[in-house]
């Protein structure tokens, strides 16, 4: 464990070497408190773009596909793969992309597995998806690692598990024992010789503790094919949660070197300053308060006490606000907030009037709400399906609303493109629902850390929406003057500038490839425009 701490911090003092008066410092130091448990703090002060650290995967394996009965993840590389058509490993018949895959004699991937696995070399093509668990497959390398790596082995034995909220009885350990456990143990560990029982110890408990450490700690890394892997880090996993994260964390998908393959990266996105902490996050920055610290609570067994779920507004943005519709006998245009947002049972309070809520009404109509929302915007509804939703929802909801931020995000994107929806009252409203969601997205996510795509593409369609009303005719269907013109473009070159930069840490990604494709088409068209019109901005 020393060597490993040693050797890490070797690898920062060069990459992240403070080059004043020729001394080189690391980026952060491990910390310990009987609150946070391990936790890194800046060791000097950061500013975006700085590396705080860089390390390869302890372990990793592929998470199973949503139709595992007709695509499944290559185990050698994780490609995807027909589930009845595909070819099978040789020796333990699972499924491959092929029998010459580079992965199959890779011991970080498949090869050590393999021994395993083929002592149940029967192939079926019925049932595979329970057959053929992939999500176990990760466990599996982890138990494994006794053997091919002992001191990653001891170092995702420190990473917590959770055991004493995982207990018997529980959704967690239910799960695990179902699904994994008794599956690894019944169709594999059972019929292994004792050559090989006596060179690892795998017994139901330490699989429980596995899959705990694995639930705790693990980051998800989706792959450019669609498929993806979840993974071990031994440093990265100290990193607590923040809802308001300083860092954003990458991964290395097409590496020169296949050793670092999924090798992470994780840069500070906002001045941290020497002796603070340094944070992630684990829930989605776009839910609110009350979802987010449901979500932690569920899967990472901690109530969230940071500065943005400590305040009602949520940094001003009122994400998880509703309307007041006062007591009945007269209206009231205030706004609910939960009284204490740390408490799961507060009441919601309105801002002008004596009238109270339970949290248990709130959640049950927020719920309702979500379930709505996610149904239309799953099934792609159309504008007018969009703004039905919208306005209805808007009666009960503060305009900033989590829920209609979803829809508003979705109308921005349809606006301005669909044949019905182009006039300069449909164009002023998608150029002011953009300037708001983006306002709503930099104070929730100032160093883009978490959302993005979401900011690039409200950029981009403000861009798109201010270059459209610049060739389209007044409502007198006279020509814009240029005077007009410059103040649209301006602002429109600064969107699409702003829309590319929130990029720079995404191309990586396929969506933030392809979003970039997009966007670049659309600047030279922007480029064109401004030269035909022979307008310099």
Known sequence: MLYRHAKHFIETFIIMGDQENGISQPAYQVHSS?????????????????????????????????????????????KPILTDAGERCAKCGWPVCSGNCPGLKDPRHHAAECEVLSVRPDCVLNDMADYYRHDALLPLRCVLLQKTDPESWQNVLEMQSHMECRTPGTEAYDEANEFIVEYLINNFVKKLDNKFNNSYKITAEILHRICGIIDTNALEIRLAQGTELNALYGETYKMEHSCIPNTKHTFSLSPKDRKDFYKISIKAVIP???DHHISTMYSHALWGTQARRQHLKDTKYFSCKCQRCSDPTELGTYLSAMKCLGDGTKPCDGIHLPENPLDDETDWICTKCSVKISNSQVNMVISQMGEEVENV????????ILENLLCRLSTFLHPNHYHLYSIKHSLVQLYGRQPGYTSHETLNKKIKMCRDLIAITKALDPGNARLSLYYSILQHELHSALVTKCK???????????????????EAKLAITEALASLKDDMEEVSGKKLQDVIMNSKKDFERYCKEKKINI
Do not use: Q
Not at 34 to 40: A, I, M, N
Not at 377 to 384: F, K, P, R, Y
Not at 475 to 488: A, G, S
């Open 34 to 78: 009987e609150d946070l448990g391990k936790h890194l703090v800046a060791a000097r002060d950061l500013n975006p773009g700085d590396l705080v650290l860089t390390e390869r995967p302890l372990v990793f394996g592929p998470k199973a596909m949503p139709d595992p009965e007709s695509v499944m993840p290559c185990v050698g590389c994780y």
């Open 272 to 274: 941290i300053v020497k």
């Open 377 to 384: 915007l799953m099934m792609g509804g159309s504008v007018t």
């Open 472 to 490: 389209t005719p007044n409502d007198d269907c006279t020509v814009k003057k240029v005077e007009d013109l410059k103040e649209y473009l301006s």
